[in-house]
């Protein structure tokens, strides 16, 4: 059955570019770039060839750019140098919306003795500039903040936050592991000292990522051995990856601008579409303030993993904010924090779009799904 | 993804029974909004105590749907007797198993059930939930007598197996010690045997084997709370005994018996054996 696919903030595609660029070096180019031969010296000029094109996306320098193995490592790796390098500041900034990337490891250092804000948002998912200034110390080691949300598609105020850290003299990592490759970010003008991306979420495979680390600041290697990625990130680099990783970033380079447009526009069909059709359900989430390709809807009184199989039936693949869906009992920790209500947080869905989806696709979807609504709702025993 | 058997995705996709019965005559309903999945099941009871019709509404995933259909497929032609009888583990073996995060959707059920026959009998018709035993889980409201159940009829041996049985310790996680610890008495006391298929036992083993069971069994269990058990008589599968002591003026005397006698007789002795109190 021909899949539409709805669910590219969890993974996308592999873009045929990219797919292509990585062929030959799974093939024949299988050297160490570390090796002093030609052989391995080809090879590392196709990681340096990435690097720029990485950096070149961003607004960076190459030697700002340290591969990793996924948007996690990343952040655990920003998290850890901050902490590593400033051990006698013993306060992390983070939010409650995170990624669990972040979040989890902002408990685990919780457990080692630091001291850990998580900042509420409000009912549109949005953060309190006050309460953000108010926050940060002396004490600080770091601000974690991530560039956009996963689930509602929120985008944050970096730079006004990454200002302020800046003028305060703190540390500030962002995880854009969601922005990359959708919206503009140019760090020449944005004060952030780290941001973590991946590349399975830009059209590169799983397995890479990159983590940009401003030049100056101090760093600590999580992952210590040999002296690749000149000493802060040991282990032979994953060169087919790290050239897919270049390809996909130079894809986002290229295509961004259209694309914001054209995804935004067939997100917007969708979810006007959706609220059109279907009675009460609500957007969650800063339309203001939105990554194009997000929508997050919540459909009352029905149960998002159910909602899920039976989208999946007729082929089309989304996720959900629902407790079932997780395999944990409660609904999602970013809609928890938004105050959704029971009865709308339970029900939510995630729509996140590509550049590879169509008008016809948009159309089928909204086609199919008020009927699914409406069986579940038939079935429900709340009504109104 | 989840795992789920032809049988879940058939009955979720083309649910048996699905909607209000306009007859109905007794209705149990089950779980909340808050909680994630809640079910409401109507019964048509006739005057020989058969359910005539079942149907239902349920608010939650695919499972908790599956749930609820195969049980009222199951239900239809029982006596209230027989489907009192009814575990969760007969509704996720009807559906040729469910995964194990998801075994709390056929506890629901069976609440449901058993929620709609009190209703039935005219007993009060506040969830046994909260009639039994203390809250353990503030935020599924879940009991200790419900935890209890479900590690004794699912053998379970991890507060991670309670908590996909009955959802408790499921959301802030602060109760996890106290199932720990209901878990760990309930594993101390001897444990729960299979079911193994018995052969027909005449009157007198019957009442040969009841009276052993409860002089080796039961008693050493009440007086362990300073109570005392008497069997007045034994007439078919139906026990006749009298509750001393502590326990017969314990308010929850009913569900001692319930609870523990029929249980371990059951258990011990033969699966339908209905104990009643002098």
Same mark, same amino acid.
């Given at each position: 059955m021909q899949v539409v696919y709805l669910d590219n903030n969890a993974t996308t595609a592999v873009a045929p570019q990219v797919l292509e660029a990585m062929l030959p070096y799974l093939g024949d180019l299988y050297g160490n770039p570390s090796s002093m031969h030609t052989f391995g010296g080809q090879v590392a000029e196709a990681v340096d060839t990435s690097r720029e094109q990485i950096a070149a996306l961003l607004g960076a320098e190459p030697d700002e750019i340290i591969f990793t193995a996924s948007g996690s490592e990343g952040d655990n790796t920003a998290i850890w140098s901050a902490l590593q390098s400033r051990p006698e500041r013993r306060h992390i900034v983070t939010t409650r919306v995170e990624h669990p990337a972040v979040l989890s490891v902002c408990r685990y250092w919780e457990t080692q003795g630091y001291r850990v804000t998580m900042l509420g948002v409000d009912s549109k998912g949005r953060l309190d500039l006050e309460e953000y200034a108010a926050t940060i110390g002396d004490d600080t080691a770091i601000v974690s903040i991530m560039?956009?949300?996963?689930?509602?598609?929120n985008i944050y105020p970096i730079q006004e936050m990454a200002e302020l850290a800046r003028e305060r003299g703190v540390l500030f990592h962002t995880d854009a592991v969601q922005a990359v490759g959708k919206i503009p970010i140019d760090l020449h003008h944005l004060p952030v000292d780290m941001l973590t991306l991946s590349g399975h979420k830009i059209n590169a495979p799983k397995g890479i990522g990159a983590l940009y680390v401003r030049k100056g600041v101090r760093f600590r290697p999580l992952v210590r051995g040999g002296h690749q990625e000149r000493g802060r990130r040991a282990g032979t680099e994953n060169v087919p990856y790290i050239v897919g990783l270049g390809v996909a970033a130079q894809l986002c380079a290229k295509f961004m601008q259209e694309e914001r447009v054209d995804v935004a526009r067939l997100r917007d069909k969708l979810e006007y579409g959706l609220l059109e059709r279907i009675p009460e359900c609500r957007v969650n989430g800063d339309i203001e303030h939105r990554l194009p390709n997000t929508s997050n809807i919540s459909f009352k009184n029905v149960e998002g993993e159910a909602i899920l199989l039976m989208l999946d039936r007729l082929g089309i693949a989304a996720s959900s904010g629902s407790a079932c869906t997780s395999g944990s009992l409660e609904p999602s920790h970013v809609l928890r924090a938004m105050g959704v209500p029971f009865n709308y947080a339970h029900g939510s869905i995630r729509l996140s779009l590509s550049r590879y989806n169509t008008a016809e696709e948009i159309d089928y979807v909204l086609d199919k799904f008020p009927g699914v609504i409406e069986t579940l709702r038939a079935i429900s025993p709340f009504k109104g | 993804m989840w795992n789920y058997t032809e049988a879940v995705h058939d009955h979720f996709l083309h649910p048996h029974n699905a909607g209000p019965l306009a007859d109905a005559n007794a209705i149990g309903e089950v779980g909340s909004l808050a909680c994630g999945d809640a079910l409401k099941l109507y019964l048509k009871i006739n005057d020989k105590d058969v359910i005539e019709d079942a149907s239902f509404e349920t608010f939650g995933c695919a499972s908790a749907i599956a749930s609820s259909s195969v049980l009222t497929d199951m239900i239809k032609g029982m006596t209230v007797d027989e489907a009192l009888k009814l575990t969760n583990k007969d509704i996720a073996n009807a559906l040729g198993g469910l995964p194990k995060q998801k075994m709390h959707c056929s506890v629901m059920g069976q609440e449901a059930l058993e929620a709609a026959i009190r209703q039935w009998k005219g007993? =009060?018709? !506040? =969830?046994h939930a909260h009639e039994e035993g203390k809250l353990v889980c503030k935020c599924f409201g879940v009991t200790d007598a419900q935890i209890i159940r479900a590690i004794r009829e699912n053998n379970l041996k991890t507060v991670e197996e309670v908590t996909a049985y009955?959802?408790?310790?499921?959301? #802030?996680?602060? #109760?996890l010690d106290e199932i720990a610890e209901i878990l760990a008495a309930e594993l101390k006391q001897k444990p729960v045997k299979e079911l193994k298929p018995r052969p027909k036992l005449t009157n007198v083993q019957r009442m040969q084997q009841v009276l052993k069971v409860i002089d080796e069994e039961i008693r050493p269990q009440l007086a362990a709370d300073g109570g005392d058990i008497e069997l007045i008589d034994v007439d078919g599968k139906r026990v006749v005994v009298s509750l001393h002591g502590r326990c017969s003026q314990c308010r929850s005397s009913n569900v001692t018996i319930a609870n523990l006698v029929q249980r371990l007789l059951r258990e011990? !002795?033969? =699966?339908d054996i209905v104990v009643e109190e002098a």
């Open positions: 560039f956009a949300n996963n689930e509602v598609g | 007993e =009060p018709a !506040v =969830p009955t959802k408790a310790g499921g959301a #802030c996680g602060e #109760c011990h !002795v033969e =699966p």
